[in-house]
């Protein structure tokens, strides 16, 4: 089923869709998304549509994603990627290295040695840049055209303007291939850990990284929704570039590394604080900082905002 529907001054085709993890299509509604809903526009009109679709969770296996399905051109997608200078990423601006680092010694600690990484969606390098100068032999495929080359000409990195798929590396080729905030943005979750599943070697690690869809603080924000009387959801929200169509949590994603041949699946939490977000609202001290609060309350019960799983080939 396809609907035809404009926003952004773009044009849009939606489809509705099954549970991209386990095929189920017997779901929970969770609430709307949208862009203009968030500043208490109206819904949908005749006179002035904008875009908006549902929150979805699959009911046998816990992945969040937006049904109808918004189908975004990849030259809008990939645009977004166009001036690396001025693109922050999501990552603390005090250091922004910080992040990387957490997980490169999250990665170094399971594997206990260093070898030959690869980094999928690798950005404007500064991961692998990172692993590089801690002695990792250092790989990256990334289909942003401007980032591939910003990220190899600043550090000097053996990266590819292109998917996994096109690159052709070698089967049983590394000892670690990382996704890092990658895999929510990714249609075909499947043939992607399919395609990692060849080049990594056979006891190598996967290491993925997404929002967290069981965060309490998501859902703190949703009672919030609630008792203001709106059927909002803060799961995959607001709807702005890049755009999180899909959300995980330990039992979905434990169910897709497995489904693909990953064992041994451990899981970390953290804060989305780590990456450098505040919850922030001009006119509402108090929200931001109860609710900045409680997102660090919840990360200590292991209900935080970012998940991290690591599997074994």
């Known amino acids: 089923m396809e609907t035809f529907t ?3 001054e773009m044009q849009y085709n939606t489809r509705y869709i099954t549970c991209k993890v386990c095929g189920c299509n017997t779901t929970k509604f969770l609430g709307i998304r949208g862009n203009l809903e968030y500043n208490d526009a109206p819904l949908l009109s005749s006179e002035d549509e904008h875009i908006v679709t549902n929150i979805v969770r699959c009911r046998n296996c816990g992945f969040v994603y937006t049904n109808p399905y918004i189908v975004i051109p990849e030259d809008v997608t990939l645009g977004f990627y166009n001036e690396p200078e ?4 999501s990552v603390c601006e005090e250091d922004p290295l910080r992040i990387f680092t957490r997980n490169l010694n999250i990665i170094e600690r399971v594997t206990g040695k260093r070898g030959r990484i690869l980094d999928i969606g690798s950005g404007k390098g500064e991961f692998l840049a990172l692993a590089k100068k801690r002695g990792w032999e250092a790989f990256g495929v990334e289909p942003a055209q401007n980032f591939a080359h910003y990220a190899a000409d600043k550090y000097n990195l053996d990266i590819q303007n292109v998917t996994l798929e096109e690159a052709n590396f070698p089967y049983d080729y590394f000892d670690v291939v990382t ?8 249609e075909n979750p499947h043939e992607l850990l399919v395609r990692i599943k060849k080049v990594l070697k056979n006891g190598g690690l996967l290491f993925i990284e997404v929002p967290n869809m069981d965060s309490l603080l998501l859902q703190a924000i949703n009672i919030y929704y609630r008792l203001k009387g709106k059927n909002w959801s803060a799961h995959l929200s607001p709807l702005h570039y890049p755009y999180h169509c899909y959300g995980y949590n330990t039992s979905s994603l434990k169910l897709l590394c497995e489904l693909n041949g990953f064992n041994a699946i451990r899981f970390f939490i953290f ?16 929200q931001n900082t109860t609710l900045n609060l409680l ?4 990360t200590l019960i292991n209900k935080g905002d970012i998940l991290i799983a690591l599997g074994v080939k």
């Open 86 to 89: 001025k693109y922050r990423a």
């Open 271 to 286: 804060s989305i604080g780590l990456r450098g977000f505040r919850i922030q609202n001009k006119t509402n001290w108090f």
């Open 295 to 298: 997102a660090q309350i919840f």
């Open 179 to 186: 996704l890092n905030m990658v895999l929510e943005h990714i």
């Open 6 to 8: 404009q926003g952004l």
